[in-house]
């Protein structure tokens, strides 16, 4: 079965990290981009990162370059989003998805994670 | 305000065929990028219902369909379900931005 199952979500205090993490099964990782998609309470869906099949190539929403950080481990099936100084803002849930091809922008994404919510609250 | 435009809300009754539609510009839907559909249900992530424009995955039914012309894309569900009641969004890349992007989302209330 074809699965994404998301961890790491939790309460933090502004200005702290936190580190996600999503498990990928089923399906061949290393031929897939990778995504972070986030939404906020009641609100729409984010395009939070991207990240090709090697991990070489990175890319982030434009309000988050420098705060978070994308990354892979193709040998063990993981995708992660370390996420540094966070806000109030930043509290969503964040998902974890697969893209149909090469590109986490370009794409679209046919699987996707249940989700873990980040808290950010003092 | 989100970078591609959706209607807030769309309703429709039973059998009924309703359209969404999903407003960009030069940066995005008119440079030619791809539009891609989802589907969200109240407590769900995310379903892919439309891809490149007018593709659908394995599974989705063909009262679905997707469109796009000029700056603009649209999704069309026929013979309306009360399954069908959810939140719509459609997704590009921005070439300004150098990213993808959401619409806000648009509910659909099926009557």
């Known amino acids: 079965e074809v699965q994404l199952l998301e961890s790491g979500g939790g309460l933090v205090q502004p200005g702290e990290s936190l580190r996600l993490s999503c498990a990928a099964s089923?399906?061949?990782?290393?031929?897939?981009?990778m995504a972070w998609v986030r939404q906020a309470p009641g609100k729409g869906l984010e395009w939070v990162s991207a990240?090709?099949?090697?991990?070489?190539?990175?890319y982030y929403a434009d309000s988050l370059k420098g705060q978070f950080t994308i990354s892979r481990d193709n040998s063990k099936n993981t995708l992660s989003l370390q996420m540094n100084s966070l806000r109030v803002e930043d509290t969503a849930i964040y998902y974890c998805?697969?893209?149909?091809?090469?590109?986490?922008?370009?794409?679209?994404?046919?699987?996707w994670g249940q989700g873990t919510v980040v808290t950010v609250s003092s | 305000q989100s970078v591609l435009t959706q209607p807030p809300s769309v309703s429709g009754a039973p059998g009924q065929r309703v359209t969404i539609s999903c407003t960009g510009n030069?940066?995005?839907?008119?440079?030619?990028?791809?539009v891609h559909w989802y589907q969200q249900l109240p407590g769900t992530a995310p379903k892919l219902l439309i891809y490149?424009?007018?593709n659908r995955p394995s599974g989705v039914p063909d009262r679905f369909s997707g469109s796009k012309s000029g700056t603009s894309a649209s999704l069309a569900i026929a013979g309306l379900q009360a399954e069908d009641e959810a939140t719509y969004y459609c997704?590009?890349?921005?070439?300004?931005?150098?990213?993808?992007?959401f619409g806000g989302g648009t509910k659909l209330t099926v009557l």
């Open positions: 998805a697969k893209s149909t091809g090469g590109s986490g922008r370009l794409r679209g994404f046919d699987i």
């Open positions: 089923g399906f061949t990782f290393t031929t897939y981009a």
């Open positions: 990240i090709g099949t090697s991990g070489k190539h990175t």
């Open positions: 030069s940066s995005n839907i008119g440079a030619d990028y791809d």
């Open positions: 490149d424009s007018a």
């Open positions: 997704q590009s890349f921005d070439s300004s931005l150098s990213g993808a992007v």
